[in-house]
């Protein structure tokens, strides 16, 4: 779990970069350009939804961090171990087998903040689980990989990418702080901020799909069995983390926070660490599953994030079916005996004034009317 890079040509973290076979295109201007582009605009994004979070729920989540807590235990600890349990169950090969596992032990993406908007989740609960998973991963990333790589007798050493933690931790954190305090200062031009910041981050996430799939074409390889670990790998980390958090008594906002935050994690991070630590031709094996961890995690976020606004529409309508039911009934009983509704009215306040915590006076107010009538008599 230690960088075993020096100065010389002949380390593979150093000799990595120039033997990838991805191309010239990947190491040239174009990929310098979209590196810093996605960078930026990531920072404008983070910066967005930022505008979102309130100083004061921020600083409760920090005093009881319950949410915390179950985010980092579905982070460092279910994905991490269904990782193994997935590279043992379909008898990977070492090299590929590394790469599921690192992903597993990724930190969380700050693209989780992004669907967590889109579904009314708690976005303070979001980038502050973000910000601690990202902060967490430079102890318990070397951690979780040395002790599920103990059986597996590496001849690698894994370079943990402390550098990449760092930055991206440097540009989580400092746009968000900005967004947070434009949001104390100007509560109202926050939301424009917030709703600009959410379509173009639904185009910035297409846009780097797209991209980083043409740009890094060279390393998707056919092997099936990596598509469909892939594939069902960001949907088992959803729905865990959905579970763990309902059996922890969080709330429905809260759990859909966790579930997203659970099942999105750290494309480039892990990236990053599979360049620094394997030489070319085992890097030929691991680059495609990564990559298309990170379409699928994506797609996965697009159909939770559409079911979401379904359900949601879906009440919405029933909602608006019977107020209507309700107004019709009531303009009817209108129409046809406005007496009797006036009564039925009379009646039912004479019930919420009498209906109080006390039964003598109940008692009293029934009784009276029926002592007045046998005097008559």
């Known amino acids: 779990m230690r960088a075993n890079c020096s100065s010389s040509s002949a380390c593979p973290a150093n000799s990595s970069e120039e033997e990838l ?22 920072a404008l994004l983070m910066f967005s939804l930022g505008c979102s979070v309130e100083f004061r729920k921020l600083w409760s989540h920090i005093r009881r961090p319950w949410g915390i807590a179950v985010g980092l235990l579905c982070q460092f600890g279910l994905m991490p171990l269904t990782a193994y349990l997935l590279a043992i169950s379909f008898s990977l090969k070492p090299a590929q087998a590394v790469a599921v596992l690192v992903m597993g032990c990724c930190p969380g993406g700050t ?14 609960l979001s980038i502050t689980m973000t910000t601690c998973s990202t902060v967490a991963a430079l102890g318990m990333m070397p951690l979780c990989l040395y002790l599920y790589t103990l059986s597996w007798n590496l001849e690698q050493n894994l370079t943990i990418p402390y550098q990449n933690i ?69 949907l088992i980390g959803h729905v865990m983390g959905f579970l763990l958090a309902l059996l922890t008594h969080q709330s429905w906002q809260r759990c859909r926070t966790i579930s997203l935050e659970t ?18 031709k085992q890097l030929v094996q691991m680059l495609s599953f990564p990559l298309a961890y990170g379409l699928f995690q994506l797609l996965d976020g697009f159909l939770i994030v559409a079911a979401y606004k379904m359900y949601k ?17 009531c303009h ?25 915590p006390s039964m003598p006076m109940d008692l009293h107010t029934t009784l009276e009317p029926t002592g007045h009538i046998s005097s008559g008599t």
């Open 111 to 124: 693209i989780s903040n992004i669907f967590t908007f889109w579904v009314d989740g708690d976005m303070d």
């Open 313 to 329: 529409r879906r009440l919405k309508n029933e909602h608006r079916k019977k107020n209507t039911r309700c107004e019709e009934g």
């Open 332 to 356: 009817n009983k209108k129409s046809t005996s406005p007496k009797e509704t006036g009564a039925f009215l009379e009646v039912n306040e004479e019930v919420t004034i009498t209906s109080g």
């Open 21 to 42: 076979p991805v191309g010239p295109e990947v190491h040239g201007n174009l990929e310098l350009v979209f590196t810093v582009v996605s960078a930026v605009m990531m």
């Open 166 to 234: 760092g930055i991206t931790l440097v540009c989580l954190t400092i746009p968000v702080a900005f967004g947070v305090y434009v949001n104390y200062r100007w509560p109202k031009q926050s939301k424009i901020i917030l709703k600009i910041g959410a379509i173009v981050g639904g185009v910035l996430l297409l846009v780097v799909a797209v991209a980083g799939v043409v740009l890094a074409k060279g390393s998707w390889n056919s092997d099936i069995t990596l598509l469909t670990i892939s594939f069902i790998f960001p």
């Open 263 to 280: 099942g999105a994690q750290n494309i480039q991070m892990c990236v990053t660490m599979l360049q620094l630590s394997f030489t070319a």
